[in-house]
């Protein structure tokens, strides 16, 4: 069988799959168009947010058996479509859901203890200390939205302290030891710091808007680490500049390309530049889940499924 890896990852996905038996090509540069003239050479093929497998794609791709996404989601993909075809979609959440888990408890602590101003202002030598008295974790209820790998994950950092974890999931009966399964609205009447832990599907697109946050009981504290389009920006704004929302951790933006490289290819919109402006706003640039350790085990990922289903 040929693969085509379309993006870099760690070495050990083409080294493993060389020893397994697997002819393995690597197109890191051409363009999908060129691709997509090749690609029915290919009985599988490796990406990560090159660019969105499509149907015009996936019917170039004649003998194409799967599709390796080296990451969490599908949504670049056209899954029904695939799966009409009868492509196998392989994906690896298991390979970076302990570093998405650390990374939401690394923003919240870093908000309720004012880290990132503190640090700022020391080194501009200011010391200010009653105006950088944090807040505690314990007594507080922590609700999740999604409750799969990820939401699993933060759960389960969440053990060392004495706090609540709630979750809403549109799957029934999935709780654990770790978190208790709730309605939206119970979520929504205890919920003090709200954590997003779904994928890009109609369903949680635009999902964090003006109407969904005034139905919270009481303002809260906001971490999305899971896909920028869940989040409405302008909303958000609007929603910390009432005090509706108390903070926000934001790992990935509603601006991100698909193939969540660069942000803004024109003129910065008015609500990031809040953002970028608030002492109670942390971003970083959609690397919740990119640690050294999670790009070795989202590579073992893919190798060990390709193992299982084609060797």
Same mark, same amino acid.
């Given at each position: 069988?040929?693969?085509?890896?379309?993006?870099?990852?760690?070495? !050990?996905?083409?080294?493993?799959?060389?020893? /397994?038996?697997?002819?393995?090509?690597?197109?890191?540069?051409?363009? =999908?168009?060129?691709?997509?003239?090749?690609?029915?050479?290919?009985?599988? &093929?490796?990406?990560?947010?090159?660019?969105?497998?499509?149907?015009?794609?996936?019917?170039?791709?004649?003998?194409?058996?799967?599709?390796?996404?080296?990451?969490?989601?599908?949504?670049?993909?056209? @899954?029904? $479509?695939?799966?009409? =075809?009868?492509?196998?979609?392989?994906?690896?959440?298991?390979?970076?859901?302990?570093?998405?888990?650390?990374?939401? /408890?690394?923003? !919240?602590? %870093?908000?309720?203890? =004012?880290?990132?101003?503190?640090?700022?202002?020391?080194?501009?030598?200011?010391?200010?200390?009653?105006?950088?008295?944090?807040?505690?974790?314990?007594?507080?209820?922590?609700?999740?939205?999604? $409750?799969? #790998?990820?939401?699993?994950?933060?759960?389960?950092?969440?053990?060392?302290?004495?706090?609540?974890?709630?979750? $809403?999931?549109?799957?029934?009966?999935?709780?654990?030891?770790?978190?208790?399964?709730? %309605? !939206?609205?119970?979520?929504?009447?205890?919920?003090?710091?709200? %954590?997003?832990?779904?994928?890009?599907?109609?369903?949680?697109? #635009?999902?964090? #808007?003006?109407?969904?946050?005034?139905?919270?009981?009481?303002? &809260?504290?906001?971490?999305?680490?899971?896909?920028?389009?869940?989040?409405?920006?302008?909303?958000?704004?609007?929603?910390?500049? =009432?005090?509706?929302?108390?903070?926000?951790?934001?790992?990935? /933006?509603? $601006?991100?390309? *698909? %193939?969540?490289?660069?942000?803004?290819?024109?003129?910065?919109?008015?609500?990031?530049?809040?953002?970028? *402006?608030?002492?109670?706003?942390? !971003?970083?640039?959609?690397?919740?889940?990119?640690?050294?350790?999670?790009?070795?085990?989202?590579?073992?990922?893919?190798?060990?499924?390709?193992?299982?289903?084609? @060797?």
């Amino acid at each position: 069988m040929k693969i085509l890896h379309l993006d870099t990852n760690h070495p !050990l996905l083409i080294n493993q799959l060389n020893t /397994l038996g697997f002819t393995n090509d690597e197109d890191y540069t051409s363009s =999908k168009d060129t691709i997509e003239k090749i690609i029915h050479e290919y009985d599988g &093929f490796v990406i990560r947010s090159r660019f969105k497998i499509d149907r015009q794609f996936l019917d170039a791709a004649k003998h194409l058996k799967f599709i390796g996404r080296v990451g969490a989601g599908l949504e670049n993909i056209d @899954c029904d $479509y695939a799966t009409q =075809k009868g492509i196998k979609l392989i994906a690896a959440p298991e390979g970076n859901r302990n570093a998405v888990g650390e990374h939401s /408890l690394a923003m !919240l602590l %870093s908000l309720f203890n =004012k880290l990132n101003k503190a640090d700022r202002e020391v080194r501009q030598g200011k010391w200010q200390r009653e105006d950088n008295r944090g807040l505690e974790l314990d007594g507080k209820t922590v609700g999740l939205i999604g $409750y799969g #790998n990820m939401g699993k994950a933060f759960a389960k950092k969440l053990r060392g302290f004495d706090v609540d974890v709630i979750f $809403y999931d549109i799957k029934a009966n999935v709780g654990d030891e770790n978190a208790k399964q709730a %309605s !939206l609205q119970e979520l929504k009447d205890r919920t003090d710091i709200l %954590s997003l832990h779904t994928p890009e599907t109609p369903l949680t697109i #635009n999902m964090v #808007n003006s109407e969904f946050i005034k139905g919270f009981k009481k303002p &809260f504290w906001l971490i999305n680490t899971a896909r920028g389009k869940s989040v409405v920006t302008k909303d958000l704004v609007s929603a910390l500049d =009432k005090g509706l929302i108390l903070g926000a951790g934001l790992d990935v /933006l509603e $601006y991100e390309k *698909s %193939s969540f490289e660069n942000l803004f290819t024109n003129k910065m919109p008015e609500a990031f530049k809040y953002l970028i *402006s608030a002492d109670n706003v942390i !971003l970083t640039p959609h690397v919740a889940g990119w640690t050294k350790e999670s790009k070795e085990k989202l590579a073992q990922t893919i190798v060990d499924k390709i193992k299982a289903d084609f @060797c």
